[in-house]
């Protein structure tokens, strides 16, 4: 059991399954510039460092595309942007127990929030067409200040937000970028092992629990 004050949520590949919207946009992409059609598995495993990182290493092929800090050609961008406004919300959805999850947290008075690396311009629309918008007390989008997760500035940031320490605070992610930001923020730690985690198996990392699903992280939890 951990006893916290607050619980901050990754979002992609935590509490949605967004990879389908992802793909129809890098497919829409990559056809716009006369390239190849790219892999759902890949997609899957691109998600995590936000959108720039994910155009490059679509364009490329490598995750280790993420690593160079040149941001991605202007127009490839733009064109990603261009066809994910379009497919944002579409066919993404919550994982099997998140909803109960969130309920169950919520009901336990703890304030909740949503840290990811997507940018704010499709994270607000997405959140308000899963229906997860309601249960958030504070939004941190990868674009919104100057350092994104694994960085704990984001989480520093919303806990300040929410008034709660971080080490009275419990972040849930999917992914090696979460538990750097949560550990290194000072936080506890849980990761659900069905996320992106860019191909890796999250078991590896020194998480304080991997948890199934959501619903199952709230049964491990108490309001300190
Ligand atoms: O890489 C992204 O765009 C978002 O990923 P995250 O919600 O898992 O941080
Ligand atoms: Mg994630």
Redesign the pocket.
Known sequence: MVAVKAVLL?????LLDTVLDLHAAANGMQRDLGNAEVAIEDIRAY?????PN?VKRVLAGVLEAADDPTPPPADALASFKKHYEHFNGRAAKPFPGVMEGVRALKAMGLPLGVI???AQAFTLPLLERTGLAPFMDVVVS?DILPKP?PDPMPVIWACGRLGVSPADTLLIG??VHDFKAGRSGGCKVFLVPYGYNEGQDVRGLDADAIVETLFDAAQLVTRA
């Open positions: 990754d979002l992609d590949g935590t998600v995590g460092r936000g959108i994910l990811t690396n997507k990868g997760k999917d992914s």
